[in-house]
């Protein structure tokens, strides 16, 4: 165990990062949520007369947002959310990741 925390990059010294980190994964929730509500509050409700005008294969767009569209969005935050946090993990070094020879995960910083 001790041998691969050796290869591991260290995170910042301090507490500080851990304040700078946190605030960083806040300020990126914020951002998803405020979507993730334009889109499933605002499109599938607030917005459904103006989106129903439009309608795409035969079903007003308002309707689709309500039904499918927001669940759809609700995915792509969450991919946009693992793959921010990914790179914000390996930025402050305490990341984990898979050995590619069959090793178990390990982690990159801190415990």
């Known amino acids: ?3 691969t925390e050796d ?3 260290e995170p910042p010294g ?5 304040r700078e980190y946190w605030k960083k994964n806040l300020r990126l929730m914020v951002v998803l949520l405020a979507v993730w509500f334009a889109v499933s509050f605002g499109a599938g409700v ?4 103006q989106l129903n005008q439009i309608a795409i294969a ?3 767009l308002g309707f689709w947002f309500a039904q499918q569209g927001s669940i759809y ?3 792509l935050l969450i991919l946009v959310y693992c793959l921010y946090m990914d790179r914000l993990d390996k930025e402050f070094g305490v990341y984990e990741y898979d050995e590619p020879t069959g090793g178990t995960a390990e982690k990159g910083g801190e415990s």
Not at 14 to 18: H, K, L, P
Not at 46 to 49: H, P
């Open 1 to 3: 165990m001790a041998d």
């Open 7 to 9: 290869n591991s990059p």
């Open 58 to 60: 035969g079903f007003p």
């Open 46 to 49: 607030l917005f459904v007369e």
């Open 14 to 18: 301090g507490n500080g990062w851990r």
């Open 73 to 75: 969005v609700f995915l």
